[in-house]
């Protein structure tokens, strides 16, 4: 497992592309199954179980969704299972990263308190995500890193409006 997490952190230090994963089922579903969790994990902390589980699962078709598209889109689905575990793995990790910030950033809100600090720690790994999706996606779609951050930043953006219009914050 530690080889596993050693893995994706040095994918997200982008020093290791897509191409460096073992083409796997295996790891495909377990970084899916990692992706969807943390995503939950984090959802936890404005939603009741059902809705975070939901925004889990949907997160994790949204992240594949976009990924065969756009790797459809170029004509490299043969890249798709290397591509969608690099892009699952490092988000679960960067999203299991931003969870003290993430509950940090609520427990502040409800509290009355200083917020700044956790919210500057969520941008930062937002602004690291990021460029690790176009670290991957410029690795596969073999690329320039500006196209890579160009259509990471569409992934980002339709995400958060799937997310959003899906799962309304309450309150």
């Known amino acids: 497992m530690l080889t596993l997490v050693h893995t994706f952190w040095t994918l997200c230090l982008l020093r290791l592309g897509p191409e460096d994963l ?4 295996f790891l495909l579903y377990l970084t899916l199954g990692l992706h969807a969790l943390a995503v939950v994990l ?7 179980l059902g809705t975070a589980l939901l ?10 969704g976009l990924t065969l598209g756009t790797l459809q889109l170029h004509q490299l689905t043969a890249r798709f299972q290397q591509t969608l575990t690099a892009l699952a793995g ?3 990790l960067l999203t299991f990263i931003a969870l003290v910030p993430n509950w940090w950033f609520y427990a502040a809100r409800e509290a009355g308190t200083g917020w700044g600090t ?8 937002l602004i690291w995500s990021v460029v690790v999706t176009a670290h991957i996606l410029r690795r596969a779609l073999s690329t320039h890193f500006f196209l890579g951050l160009v259509i990471a930043a569409v992934f980002y953006w339709v995400s958060a409006q799937i997310h959003a219009s899906l799962f309304p914050i309450p309150g």
């Not at 925004?55 to 594949?64: D, E, M, Q, R, Y």
């Open 22 to 25: 073992p083409p796997s089922n």
């Open 90 to 92: 490092s988000g679960a």
């Open 42 to 48: 984090i959802s936890l902390a404005v939603y009741p």
């Open 55 to 64: 925004a889990g699962i949907t997160g994790t078709v949204v992240l594949a």
């Open 118 to 125: 956790p919210t500057l720690l969520l941008f930062l790994i």
